[in-house]
C-alpha cells in the first residue's frame, strides 16, 4: 500500500543548512507536503509542491522533487532554534494524507 | 490561524467510556478530515467527511464513529474506549483553490485514557 518513509532525527547547528528527506510510493500523488509540529501543538502547513515541479523555493524553505526516485527533500536555510520541531511529509492520495513518520529536527547554538 | 476549531483541548477519561470530540471548520468549508496521532501508529487517517455525507474510510476502529451536521460541524465519538486509545486527534480542512486540497490542521483533542 501507500507510504512515506522519514528519517527520524537531525540535529544541526545553528546557521547551518538542514536537509530532511522523504521517499514516497504512490506516483499518483498530485501534490506533497510539508508539517511542522512543535511540541504539544498542532500541525502546521510549511510548504507543498505539485507533482509537475522539480523544485519550489519560498524563503528559507526550498523544496525538490525527484519524481523518477519517488524523493521529496525539504532544505531550511539558516536553520535557527526556533526551527526545532517535528517534520512531516505527506502525500495526497485519493483525498487523504498519508504522513510520514516525522523527523525530529534539534538545533543547537 | 488554520480556520479549524477543535474541543475540548484536552480530555482525561476512564476506560470503557465513551467521550466526543467536535470540530467546527471555516464557515462555508464542506470538508472535515479526522486523524489519530499516537507513539505507536504515528499520524493515521479516520475518515473524512463532506458536505454531511461520509467520504472516505481510513484504520477507524469499530468503536469509533463520526458525523458531520447540516452547519458542517463535525464530531467524532469513541467508545469502550482502552488505554491504547490515548492519543492527540486531529480535525482537517481543506483549502480547496489553487492549492487543491491542501488540508489545514486544527490544534487537536489531546485524549488520555487511564
Known amino acids: 500500500g501507500e507510504d512515506v518513509e522519514q528519517s527520524l532525527f537531525l540535529s544541526v547547528r545553528e546557521g547551518d543548512s538542514s536537509v530532511i528527506n522523504c521517499t514516497y510510493t504512490?506516483?499518483?500523488?498530485?501534490?506533497l507536503y510539508w508539517y511542522k509540529q512543535e511540541p504539544g501543538a498542532g500541525l502546521q502547513l510549511l510548504t507543498y509542491i505539485f507533482s509537475n515541479m522539480d523544485m519550489k523555493q519560498d524563503q528559507r524553505l526550498t523544496v525538490l522533487l525527484n519524481k523518477k526516485d519517488k524523493h521529496l527533500s525539504l532544505r531550511i536555510a539558516d536553520t535557527q532554534t526556533g526551527d526545532s520541531a517535528i517534520y512531516f511529509c505527506a502525500e495526497a492520495w485519493t483525498g487523504k494524507l498519508i504522513f510520514g513518520q516525522g523527523t525530529e529536527l534539534s538545533v543547537k547554538p | 490561524d488554520s480556520g479549524v476549531t477543535q474541543t475540548p483541548k484536552h480530555l482525561i477519561t476512564a476506560t470503557g467510556q465513551r467521550v466526543t470530540l467536535r470540530c467546527s471548520p471555516r464557515s462555508g468549508d464542506l470538508s472535515v478530515y479526522w486523524y489519530q496521532q499516537s507513539l505507536d501508529q504515528g499520524l493515521q487517517f479516520l475518515i473524512q467527511y463532506y458536505n454531511g455525507e461520509e467520504r472516505a474510510k481510513g484504520n477507524i476502529l469499530e468503536r469509533f464513529s463520526a458525523q458531520q451536521f447540516p452547519d458542517l460541524h463535525s464530531e467524532l465519538n469513541l467508545s469502550s474506549l482502552e488505554l491504547g486509545d490515548s492519543a492527540l486527534f486531529f480535525c482537517a480542512r481543506t483549502g480547496g483553490g489553487l492549492t487543491g486540497d491542501t488540508q489545514y490542521f486544527g490544534p487537536g483533542t489531546r485524549l488520555t485514557v487511564l
Open positions: 504512490d506516483s499518483s500523488s498530485t501534490y
